[in-house]
């Protein structure tokens, strides 16, 4: 991130003040892209996209394709030509589903972000950031990335512990399904209390602020009270058709990877 936008890029380094608008740059150093749905859908910004990235694995065959849905499945040949063939359908990118192209571009940056290795002062000034999620998971990332495109406050650092309370998945929720959160039914944290340990067995609310120094944006709720939120963001789920087998509330709280990450992925679709 530390060395977008590019040389000739028109956009200025300030830009990248929301999450997701670093990932416009890999794009508009090819063509101007505004959204992750209209100006995407065609296909043409993708071709382009890959094959200054890959030249050789990633033709521009699919500009001279007229039929959108072919061209399209061209264009996801050429992403997996790369190893970046995810989230994204033929049908999903001619709709131009905005949450599932920036996902897709979020992984195509993950792996192949263009970028030269930062040199020995770079190193030194930026080293510190490069890992803005400790686990290190691609998906990982590209989930922390989409919630944040949200606005979800606070924050998300790390994907699996900044969702242990269930506050940041019932804001998601709110935003993408406006109303389906009765705010009531939820806990929130005491204002200024510290992080939070939600440790199997640390059940009542003697265990609030117990300090596990993990992330800047920990909140302090019981475990108890987390699982009730996580909980709530699994019925939610199972109201909203989302296949949520074996998953509750306390795999949230634990920080169970998989199922984690399979929330917030049909959450995201």
């Known amino acids: 991130m ?19 608008t670093c990932l416009f740059l890999s794009i508009n150093c090819c063509d101007s892209v505004n959204n992750f749905s209209r100006d995407v859908s065609d296909g043409e910004n993708y071709t382009v996209l890959l094959h200054q990235l890959k030249p050789d694995q990633c033709s521009l065959s699919p500009l001279q394709t007229h039929d959108i849905r072919q061209r399209a499945e061209q264009v996801l040949q050429n992403a997996a030509n790369i190893g970046c063939r995810k989230y994204l359908t033929p049908s999903s990118l ?30 030194k000034d930026y ?42 998945i019932l804001q998601a929720f709110d935003m993408i399904l406006p109303g389906s ?24 609310d003697e265990d609030e602020g117990a300090d596990i120094g993990v992330t800047p944006n920990q909140s302090t709720l019981s475990r108890f009270k987390a699982v009730e939120n996580t909980n ?38």
């Open 2 to 20: 530390v060395q977008l936008p590019p040389q000739g890029c028109r956009f200025e380094a300030p830009v990248c003040q929301q999450p997701y």
């Open 94 to 123: 001619v709709a131009g589903n905005p949450r599932l192209n920036l996902a897709f571009v979020a992984n195509l940056f993950n792996t192949h972000p263009g970028l030269e290795p930062l040199d020995e002062q770079e190193a």
């Open 127 to 168: 080293g510190v950031v490069e890992d803005f999620d400790a686990e290190g998971e691609r998906e990982a990332r590209v989930f922390t990335l989409w919630l944040n495109s949200l606005g979800v406050e606070p924050a998300v650092f790390n994907l699996f512990e900044n969702l242990k309370d269930g506050l940041i």
């Open 181 to 204: 959160v009765i705010w009531r039914r939820v806990s929130k944290p005491k204002e200024g209390a510290g992080p939070a340990n939600y440790a199997s067995g640390g059940g009542d």
């Open 232 to 269: 709530y963001a699994v019925e939610l789920g199972k109201q909203n058709r989302m296949h949520l087998v074996g998953i509750q509330g306390a795999d949230i709280v634990d920080g169970r990877k998989t199922l984690v990450l399979g929330l917030v992925w049909q959450l995201m679709r």
